[in-house]
C-alpha cells in the first residue's frame, strides 16, 4: 500500500513536472519570438542610421557647394558692376580708346595659382570675359545703347544660369531633406 501511495504521489509529482514544463516551453518561445523581433529592429535601426549618416554628408557636400555657389554670385555681382561701368564708358570713349579699356580689365580676370578652385573660376571668368569682349568690336559699330544692351543681355544670361543653378541645389536639398526624415 505504501508503494501505491508513493506511486501515486510520483505521478502527480510528474504530472505537476511536465504542466511545469510545457508552460515553459510556451515562455520561452515567446522570448524567442521577442529576440528575432529585437534582432530585425535593431538591424532596421542600423539600417536607418547608415542612412541618416550618409543623407548628413550629402547635407554637409550640399552646404559647402551652397557656399561657393553664394562666392561665386558674389564674385560675379561685382563682375557686373565693373562691366557696368566699363559699359557707361564705353559711349563716350572713342573707337581708338575702346581696345584700351578692354585690355585693363584682363589683368585683373587673369588665373591666380592660388588654389585648383580659383584657377577654374578665374578661366571661366576670362572666358566669360573674352565672350563679352567679342560682343564689343560688332557693338562698336553699333549705336551705343545696342551695345550696352547686348552686354547687359550677356549679363542677364549669366545671372539667369546662376539662378536656375541656384533653383536646381534647392530641389536637390529638398529630396535630401524628405529622404533624410522618411528614414
Do not use: C, W
Not at 60 to 89: C, M, N, P, Y
Not at 111 to 124: G, K, N, S
Not at 131 to 137: D, K, L
Request: aromatic share 2%.
Amino acid at each position: 500500500m505504501t508503494g501505491m501511495i508513493l506511486d501515486g504521489v510520483l505521478m502527480l509529482l510528474l504530472v505537476a513536472a511536465l504542466g511545469y514544463g510545457v508552460r515553459l516551453e510556451k515562455k520561452l518561445t515567446a522570448l524567442r519570438a521577442g529576440q528575432q523581433a529585437f534582432a530585425s529592429a535593431v538591424t532596421e535601426l542600423n539600417i536607418a542610421a547608415g542612412r541618416a549618416e550618409a543623407a548628413m554628408a550629402n547635407l554637409r557636400a550640399s552646404g559647402q557647394e551652397t557656399d561657393l555657389l553664394h562666392d561665386r554670385i558674389i564674385k560675379a555681382r561685382e563682375v557686373k558692376a565693373q562691366l557696368e561701368a566699363l559699359i557707361a564708358r564705353a559711349p563716350a570713349a572713342s573707337a581708338e580708346s575702346a581696345p584700351a579699356v578692354r585690355a585693363k580689365p584682363q589683368p585683373a580676370l587673369a588665373p591666380t595659382p592660388v588654389a585648383p578652385i580659383e584657377d577654374e573660376r578665374a578661366l571661366r571668368m576670362a572666358a566669360l570675359a573674352e565672350r563679352i569682349q567679342g560682343m564689343a568690336p560688332a557693338a562698336a559699330r553699333a549705336p551705343a545703347p545696342v551695345a550696352g544692351g547686348n552686354n547687359v543681355a550677356a549679363i542677364l544670361g549669366a545671372l539667369t544660369a546662376n539662378q536656375s543653378a541656384k533653383q536646381s541645389l534647392n530641389r536637390a536639398r529638398r529630396s535630401l531633406d524628405e529622404d533624410l526624415f522618411a528614414a
